[in-house]
Structure formats: structure tokens, C-alpha cells
């Protein structure tokens, strides 16, 4: 029987960089949204890392007290999305409405060198009653 998939189990980051270039057709994820307790000095010095180049991960607990939901995931990871991707291929990633912007940012950063062109986003509810359309 020939093999349909592999799970792999581990930080997505580390798991993404052993992935070849442009070898994947679609992303489909559900990120971490971030959800801790953000000042806007959080998100001053979140921008100024990400400008810089630099990983952002605050020590803070988000939904439900996880350390893993303490910010949304960097242009770090979303440039291994991209680097991943077939050209053409497609990510759908789910993004909460308090850190959608957040979460744009970082898209956004990240497609600059890897030919970002923009989102359309929508809510959760519209996908549930209407589907979800190109
Ligand atoms: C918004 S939740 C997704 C929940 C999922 N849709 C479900 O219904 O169970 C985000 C998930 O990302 C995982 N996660 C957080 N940081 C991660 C990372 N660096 N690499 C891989 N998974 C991560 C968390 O463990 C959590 O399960």
C-alpha cells in the first residue's frame, strides 16, 4: 500500500525548514491568535522586532493561560510558508478578530520577498453559512 501522507509532530518552524522549496500546493492552518493581554507597547515593540528582522515572543499566556498563544506566528514562519509553497499555491490561515491585523502584518512582511499579493479576509461566520469561496 503506497503512502498517502506523514504527520509530523513538532514546532512548525523547525518542521517547515526541512520542507524542499516550492513543493507543497496549499497551506492550510489554524495559528496560534495571539490572545494574551496586549498594550500597545506590546505592539510597538512587536513591530520593531519584525521590522528589524527579529522574532518576536513575548513572555505572556493567551487563551486559556498558553504560553503558545502568547502572540500570533512572525513573518518568520509565514517565509517558510511562502518558501515552501508551489508558485500558485494557495494558504488559508484562520486569524482571530482581535489580532487579524497582527496576523496581516506578519503575512505581509513575510510575502515582500516571496511575492505576496494580498488577502481577503472574512469572517469565520460567513465561511460557515455561505462556504468558503475562492
Ligand atoms: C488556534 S489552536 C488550533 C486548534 C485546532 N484548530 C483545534 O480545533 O484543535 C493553535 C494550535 O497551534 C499549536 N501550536 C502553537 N504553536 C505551534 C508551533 N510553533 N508549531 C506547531 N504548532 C503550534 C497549538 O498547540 C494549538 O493546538
Redesign the pocket.
Known amino acids: 500500500m503506497s503512502e498517502l501522507f506523514t504527520i509530523h509532530r513538532?514546532?512548525?518552524?523547525d518542521i517547515l525548514r526541512t520542507v524542499p522549496d516550492s513543493s507543497v500546493d496549499s497551506v492550510v492552518t489554524?495559528?496560534?491568535?495571539g490572545l494574551s493581554d496586549h498594550k500597545p507597547a506590546d505592539v510597538v515593540a512587536c513591530l520593531t522586532a519584525w521590522l528589524a528582522g527579529e522574532e518576536y515572543r513575548p513572555n505572556k499566556k493567551g487563551f486559556m493561560g498558553r504560553a503558545?498563544?502568547s502572540w500570533v506566528p512572525g513573518p518568520e514562519v509565514w517565509r517558510e510558508v511562502f518558501r515552501v509553497l508551489k508558485p500558485g499555491g494557495h494558504v488559508v490561515a484562520?486569524a482571530g478578530s482581535r489580532t487579524h491585523d497582527l496576523m496581516s502584518m506578519a503575512l505581509r512582511l513575510a510575502g515582500d520577498s516571496a511575492g505576496w499579493r494580498g488577502a481577503r479576509p472574512f469572517r469565520r461566520l460567513r465561511i460557515h453559512r455561505q462556504g468558503c469561496r475562492p
Not at 10 to 13: E, F, S, T, V
Open positions: 513538532g514546532d512548525c518552524l489554524d495559528p496560534p491568535y503558545w498563544d484562520f
